[in-house]
């Protein structure tokens, strides 16, 4: 059954968690009084289309439906997760949640995409002060996992409790933070570097190109995978935190910054400032932008999911849950039909999976049959707790036949047979599909080892048995075309 989730103002943060929502499978309405609404909220959409299934390993859930409507009345209309994103005006904010609460369920969760007000300035003087937290997003809310969750100590804890279901649900972290503040906690960092970086220019000190170069050749990099205080922690060498607060320590009472200073925002520094940035990348529209700052960010968060760290652990986690809900298999117990091929892999394909063609390189087709293979393993009983009793498989023998193009976005799924299974042999066959188009297929061998020799031993008994129950169920199929090739054999 679909859910679904009201978006209230279509802005930059607006459109970014109707994409969130709206690719996660759920039914997403959308009240913005703006006429343009639709068509702005529509290129966010596809931004998101492009960039967001990128970051996962597997396929991302069926498109919910999205509908735009005249009245908050309409578009709260069975929302179980109502997000305001409309511009950051208290009485503004106050007037939608008395609209809101006028309409909507009493059980549904509003949260507001608020940089800067507290909850509890939110909750004054609505009805239900309960239903209402602080849910603040990071552009792009489709790609960026960090969500602030701000409650108060009038919202209970089942509420907060389904808020991170909730958000986490849709491949999100939410990060509870446990006592109201103004600007929360990472606008808090923000604006002190946004202050510093204001007194640099201004002081002439530096561009707005040379600062982004300092964050983006630097400590940016550092601080994507692994925050400040672990940061400063490793600095600090094998005596840790202690040696670098001792070190640097005394540097904080030294006349470096002017953070509780705030440079005069004269027509004169807007303009410097503005000048600056134009130079620095106005050859690029918004769109083009956007859409570089996003693969950026899929392909630096999928590096993240290879070492399952940081932003990568949260992918990861929600790839599971993804994997689950589209009935992958695991298990040899849970295959519905052995007789007929398995699907061993579906998922889109990412922006680092691409060749100067455009299209999917030759090397990411090994990978793609590559994890179907490991798929495959795991269904029989091969998973990381038999690999640590010291049984594998090693792959002897590879044949691919590139047949079709694919491309970004595309969703390929890989369907695998067990064409022999005996002694210490395993002969795989592959066949990858987009929709109903063939693209390619792989013939591989695979021998059973022992990690401990690194010579080939026989299957485990309950290896054994699933192969035999897949390859048996299989064997009424007819051989596939190909298999046995030879490079350049003529078709």
């Known amino acids: 059954m679909s859910k679904t989730a009201a978006i209230i103002g279509g802005g930059v943060i607006g459109g970014g968690w109707a994409a969130r929502f709206l690719l996660n499978g759920w039914d997403v309405r959308v009240f913005d009084p703006d006429p343009e609404a639709q068509r702005k909220i529509g290129e ?124 986490k649900g849709v491949g999100m972290f939410p990060l509870h933070v446990r006592k109201e503040i103004d600007a929360h906690i990472a606008d808090r960092f923000l604006e002190a570097v946004w202050r510093e970086a204001l007194w640099l220019v201004k002081d002439g000190i530096a561009t707005t190109e040379e600062i982004d170069e300092a964050i983006r050749m630097g400590f940016g990099i550092r601080w994507a995978q692994m925050g400040l205080f672990d940061t400063y922690r ?118 680092d999976w691409l060749d100067y063609n455009g299209h999917m390189t030759e090397s ?38 590139h047949i079709d193009e694919t491309h970004l976005g595309s969703v390929i799924e890989v369907r695998t047979r067990v064409l022999m299974a005996e002694g210490k042999k395993m002969h795989l066959w592959h066949e990858m599909y987009a929709g109903d188009s063939l693209l390619a297929t792989g013939e591989h061998i695979l021998i059973h080892v022992s990690l401990e020799t690194r010579r080939p031993a026989p299957f485990s008994p309950e290896i054994a048995a699933n192969l035999k129950l897949i390859s048996e169920a299989q064997a009424h199929l007819a051989a596939p075309e190909g298999a046995g090739r030879y490079v350049g054999q003529p078709r």
């Open 44 to 167: 966010v959409i596809d931004n998101a289309r492009a960039s967001l299934p990128g970051l996962s390993d597997t396929a991302m859930p069926a498109v919910g439906t999205l509908s735009f409507h005249e009245t908050i009345a309409e578009a709260v209309e069975g929302a179980e997760w109502i997000q305001e994103s409309v511009p950051e005006r208290l009485d503004l904010k106050q007037k939608v949640y008395a609209s809101l609460q006028e309409h909507c369920a009493a059980d549904a969760i509003l949260g507001s995409s608020t940089s800067g007000f507290k909850p509890s300035e939110l909750q004054e003087g609505t009805v239900r002060p309960e239903q209402i937290v602080v849910t603040h997003p990071f552009n792009p809310v489709y790609l960026m996992p960090l969500v602030e969750l701000v409650p108060t100590d009038k919202n209970p804890a089942e509420v907060i409790e389904r808020a991170k279901a909730t958000l």
């Open 234 to 351: 490793v600095a600090g060498g094998e005596a840790g935190m202690k040696h670098f607060m001792a070190q640097f320590g005394p540097a904080l009472e030294w006349p470096w910054t002017k953070l509780m200073d705030v440079p005069e925002f004269t027509d004169e520094l807007v303009e410097l400032i503005a000048g600056q940035s134009d130079q620095q990348s106005g050859h690029m529209t918004i769109r083009e932008m956007e859409r570089i700052r996003d693969n950026n960010l899929v392909s630096m968060m999928r590096a993240l999911k290879a070492q399952n760290f940081a932003s990568g652990a949260v992918l990861n986690a929600h790839d599971v849950k993804l994997s689950a809900e589209a009935g992958m298999v695991r298990r040899a117990a849970d295959i519905a039909d052995p007789s007929q091929p398995i699907v061993t892999v579906r998922r889109a394909v990412p922006i």
């Open 364 to 401: 990411r087709y090994l990978h793609a049959f590559a994890d179907a293979s490991d798929r495959l393993m795991e269904i029989i009983g091969c998973d990381q707790d038999y690999i640590a009793t010291g049984g594998s498989f090693f792959t002897a023998e590879t044949h691919i036949r």
